[in-house]
C-alpha cells in the first residue's frame, strides 16, 4: 500500500477522516506496519501512510535516488526557474534596456535639430 508525501499532512490526514478513512492512533495496521500510528489512515480498498516533508527520510518504500531523480525532472521543466530561466530573464532584461537606451537617443538627437 502506498506511501504518500505531502506539504500539508495534517490536512491530506482530515480529508482522509472525511472520506471515510479511520485514521490514527487504534486502528490495525496490516500492511504497513512500519507507519506511525499518527500518520496512518486505513480504508476497506486498503492502507495509506502520509509523510509530510520534514519526514521524507523515513519512507520504506521510496528512496533517495527516487527523490532525487523526481527533482532533477522537476528543474529540468519549470519553466523560468533554474538557469535557463535566469539566462531568459537575462536577455529579456538586456534587450528591455538596449530599447530604452536607444529611444533616450534617437529623442537626443531629434531635439538638438
Known amino acids: 500500500m502506498p506511501e504518500q508525501i505531502s506539504k500539508y499532512p495534517e490536512v491530506t490526514l482530515q480529508v482522509l477522516k472525511g472520506a ?3 485514521c490514527g492512533a487504534g486502528v490495525e495496521q496490516k500492511i504497513l ?6 500518520r496512518f489512515c486505513s480504508f476497506a480498498s486498503g492502507e495509506v501512510c502520509i509523510f509530510g516533508l520534514e519526514h521524507v ?3 520504506t518504500q521510496i528512496e533517495a535516488n527516487d527523490l532525487a531523480g523526481a527533482l532533477r525532472t522537476m528543474e529540468g521543466g519549470m519553466g523560468l526557474h533554474g538557469a535557463g530561466g535566469l539566462t531568459a530573464t537575462f536577455v529579456v532584461g538586456f534587450l528591455a534596456g538596449a530599447l530604452a537606451c536607444w529611444r533616450v537617443s534617437k529623442r537626443k538627437r531629434a531635439s538638438r535639430r
Open 20 to 22: 471515510g478513512g479511520r
Open 57 to 59: 527520510s523515513q519512507l
Open 33 to 38: 506496519t512500519q507507519c506511525a500510528p499518527e
